[in-house]
T-cell receptor, first 113, second 113 residues
Framework: GAGVSQTPSNKVTEKGKYVELRCDPI?????LYWYRQSLGQGPEFLIY????????DSGLPNDRFFAVRPEGSVSTLKIQRTERGDSAVYLC???????????FGPGTRLTVL | SQELEQSPQSLIVQEGKNLTINCTSS?????LYWYKQKYGEGLIFLMM?????EEKSHEKITAKLDEKKQQSSLHITASQPSHAGTYLC?????????????FGGGTRLMVKP
């Protein structure tokens, strides 16, 4: 079956612009996670959804970052007024429940010029 | 992440040699996950460990979680070029909190033919 997909695979934007990153989880997975991975480092947790609600957004670095999952499936990570420090690979993962293996997508590489 | 230390940071081995990667925490690990990542790609799940003293194997890769659930090791026997990549340990460090993973910094493995 289809795995987790993320679009776009690459996004180049200018400082100050707004971007949206999309995640399509595996069908039926109720838990969805966003992580950010900087070059040469491990992923860092951003936000976790259980169904439609954000169960934990403690990893979002500031209020420029926001994520939604309105129908409990697709999720969108939104970044306002992008900064060069936001450049990273943004990874999405989904899981059948909030326990067990997380299935990761290929990531979106964001470059802020 | 300083909460989860991986060692070594990088490793070059001759094909056919054995190797071990370590993942250490000062806190109890409620779930320990090993992933492999190729450059520019998402994370591929390898194994999950939850019980103290647990050991799992898949093909030539064995992972263990110590009795105190604070350290895990990943051992590769008779390494092959296909084993090359970055190995990441991720851990659930809060009990029943949604399984947001904290990752180590990764171990970059190169296997020389």
């Amino acid at each position: 079956g289809a795995g987790v997909s993320q679009t776009p695979s690459n996004k180049v934007t200018e400082k100050g612009k707004y971007v949206e990153l999309r995640c399509d989880p595996i069908s039926g997975h109720t838990a969805l996670y966003w992580y950010r991975q900087s070059l040469g480092q491990g992923p860092e947790f951003l936000i976790y959804f259980q169904g439609t609600g954000a169960a934990d957004d403690s990893g979002l670095p500031n209020d420029r970052f926001f994520a939604v999952r309105p129908e409990g499936s697709v999720s969108t990570l939104k970044i306002q007024r992008t900064e060069r420090g936001d450049s990273a690979v943004y990874l999405c993962a989904s899981s059948p429940t909030s326990l067990g293996e997380q299935f990761f997508g290929p990531g979106t590489r964001l470059t802020v010029l | 992440s300083q909460e989860l230390e991986q060692s070594p940071q990088s490793l070059i081995v001759q094909e056919g040699k054995n190797l071990t990667i370590n993942c250490t925490s000062s806190k109890t690990l409620y779930g320990l996950y090993w992933y492999k990542q190729k450059y520019g790609e998402g994370l591929i799940f390898l194994m999950m460990l939850q019980k103290g003293g647990e050991e799992k194997s898949h093909e030539k890769i064995t992972a263990k979680l110590d009795e105190k659930k604070q350290q895990s090791s990943l051992h590769i026997t008779a390494s092959q070029p296909s084993h090359a990549g970055t190995y990441l340990c991720g851990a659930d460090m809060e009990y029943n909190a949604g399984n947001m993973l904290t990752f180590g910094g990764g171990t970059r493995l190169m296997v020389k033919p």
